[in-house]
């Protein structure tokens, strides 16, 4: 485990935050378990890596890859509310349809290249390479990806934050957390439902599309895949290390942030050990997910052993 | 002004379990009527709030409230004019929310959602005189979460948070049978005090038939879909728990039959 492997582990956090706020959204603020995520990962990467090369400037092309995500969010939060099918069906549903739209949008290709002027471009030409000298330049790459991932983590937390205390963020969070009460409130939950899904799928399609331009240095038809465990991997490591019930919305969005940049860091040391491919990273993943999920039963597990030995332990003293 | 019209509603309608559970049933509710409902298991009561908040779709008859014709309007926008406090305590709230933030979503109830903010500072002055009205000690926990509030103080805020904006109609369906007895009649005497001290129109579905004679000013007792006994003013404060029973024999032809009641 080496200085470089962290930071490059930090590198790619910090761009995967992103789709981590967006899963923290779907599955906590709202309550729904929404299965898009897979497919609006690479959509976002694929409408903006496409429109990069043809010559689109790149903040527009990415602007674009986050209203096709949001309009994503949108056809699922359609299936949910309106046709009333199960949202994890839903999600998948929608899913199954991008990969399709996706193969189209990449012209039949499996992979399309950044070939034209991108983000990374943009903030290289901002953070010149000539700063770094001799071992210092293999960092260069990572100080884009952090400088950018970070400039977005903290908009996107402080516009979150804005929005969701609002009387139409309140909205949102109060049909997440009780539907019924909602609707007895006067609020649309289906309207705040598919609003809050295409915020989330815009979120995921942004991580997409700046994880292809500056991780992949390319979009991938298949690089959805697992994503759905990647973010609520980071999102249950954020909650456990960070998150008690009182804390506010700002510090929990935060935390889940935090929480990716943990994940992808354990993941890039991990895979240093010798024998463990990249291709373990997957069943790495789960069963990070499996162990986080499963720490409550530990938890009350080990307080009912203490609490019977106690108790074991006073009937021997009497 | 609250009129119902030749109600009906079947539930599993053309299957074997099919149930016409509101059968032709007529109301009118006239502004400031306190009404207690009460009837026995499975009479329709629940039904028949359900139907007039829009949770329940009604097969055919009319619902009016205040001039305008409510039959189809969705639940949404009716609760923009009624307010309800469900039977389970749970229901009510936001549990992940600040106690100030469920009510400011109350405050809200009746306009639309815009990105102005969720709450104004000075709102917390309104919520902190209204929560002090409680007894409960809750004015100076605005920003505990509802989620850690015994079920009693839940329901007394979800009450504040269906009149805290005056609606035109008030449905409480077994609001405190939930709750233990001495909570039960905190809240109840809360819910007395808030429809008289805003002049509110509503309806209360009990099971304690002591409830439904001391309070309010008339009641209505229900059976097999039907308003079987709807008795008001002087005439029902002289009621007692016998006659109320007796009366519900006489006229329905059989036994009072609410697992509920025979419990209190
Ligand atoms: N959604 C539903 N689908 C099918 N049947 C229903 C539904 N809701 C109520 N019923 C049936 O309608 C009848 C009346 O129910 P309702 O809940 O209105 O009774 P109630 O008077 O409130 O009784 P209780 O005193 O038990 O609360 C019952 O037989 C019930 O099983
Ligand atoms: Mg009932």
């Known amino acids: 485990m080496s200085i470089a492997t962290i930071v490059s582990g930090v590198a790619q956090g910090v761009l995967w935050a992103i789709l981590t706020v967006g899963v923290y959204l779907s599955f906590r603020v709202l309550d729904v378990a929404d299965l898009t995520v897979e497919g609006t990962f690479p959509l976002g990467a694929a409408v903006s890596v496409v429109l990069i090369n043809k010559g689109m400037n790149p903040l527009l092309a990415v602007l674009i890859a986050v209203l096709v995500g949001m309009l994503a969010g949108v056809v699922t939060g359609t299936l949910i509310t309106v046709f009333k099918i199960p949202p994890i069906l839903s999600g998948i549903l929608t899913m199954i349809a991008l990969y399709s739209v996706n193969i189209r949008i ?125 973010g609520l991997a980071s999102v249950i490591i954020g909650e ?79 | ?95 992940d929310m600040w106690i100030e933030e469920n009510l400011a979503l109350a405050y809200r109830r009746t306009g639309r959602h815009t990105l102005r903010w969720g709450i104004k500072p000075q709102e917390r002055e309104t919520y902190r005189a209204a929560l002090a009205q409680l007894n409960l000690g809750l004015e100076d926990r605005l920003q505990s979460k509802v989620g850690l509030l015994s079920g009693g103080q839940r329901q007394a805020v979800t009450l504040l948070m269906a009149t805290l904006q005056k609606p035109e109609l008030l449905l409480l369906d077994e609001h405190t049978a939930a709750l233990d007895p001495k909570t039960a009649a905190t809240v109840l005497t809360l819910s007395d005090q808030i429809i008289k001290e805003h002049n509110l129109t509503a309806l209360m579905v009990t099971h304690n038939m002591q409830n439904a004679i001391d309070y309010g000013n008339r009641l209505i007792m229900m059976h097999d879909g039907r308003i079987i006994f709807d008795i008001a003013g002087e005439e029902k404060k002289k009621l007692t728990v016998e006659a109320l029973l007796q009366k519900f024999e006489e006229i329905s032809g059989s036994e009072f039959a609410n697992d509920r009641a025979l419990l209190s």
């Open chain 1, 106 to 230: 990449m012209s039949d290709k499996a992979t399309v290249s950044v070939a034209g002027s991108s983000i990374k471009d943009l903030i290289a030409s901002l953070i010149k390479k000539d700063l770094f000298s001799g071992d210092l330049t293999k960092y260069y790459p990572y100080v884009l990806s952090i400088t950018t991932g970070f400039i977005c983590c903290a908009l996107i937390v402080a516009v979150l934050y804005l929005f969701f205390g609002t009387e139409l963020g309140s909205a949102v969070r109060a049909t997440g957390s009780n539907p019924v009460m909602a609707r007895a409130m006067g609020i649309q939950t289906n309207l705040m439902i598919i609003l809050g899904l295409a915020i989330s799928n815009g979120l995921i399609a942004l991580s997409g599309s700046l994880i292809a331009q500056f991780d992949y240095g390319s979009a991938l038809v298949n690089m959805g895949q697992g994503t759905i465990v990647i």
């Open chain 1, 240 to 318: 456990v290390l960070f998150i008690h019930k009182e804390h506010s919305f700002a510090y929990k969005c935060g935390a889940v942030v935090a929480g990716a940049v943990i994940y992808r860091t354990i993941i890039a040391c991990a895979l240093t050990i010798p024998g463990l491919k990249a291709t373990d990273l997957k069943l790495i993943t789960a069963i990070i997910v499996a162990v986080a999920l499963a720490l409550p039963v530990f938890k009350t597990r080990a307080a009912d052993v203490k609490k019977r030995r106690t108790n074991l332990g006073e009937a021997q003293g009497c």
């Open chain 2, 1 to 95: 002004m609250l009129t119902v019209t030749n109600l009906n509603k079947t539930f599993n309608a053309g299957t074997v379990n099919e149930k016409h559970v509101i059968k032709d049933l007529s109301l009118t509710v006239n502004d400031g009527d306190f009404i207690t409902i009460i009837g026995s298991n499975g009479a329709g009561k629940s039904t028949l709030l359900n139907l007039i908040s829009g949770n329940v779709p009604v097969d055919s008859g009319r619902i009016n409230l205040g001039g305008t014709d409510i039959t189809y309007q969705s639940d949404v926008k009716r609760a923009k004019r009624i307010g309800r406090v469900f039977q389970d305590p749970m229901m009510g709230t936001s549990p």
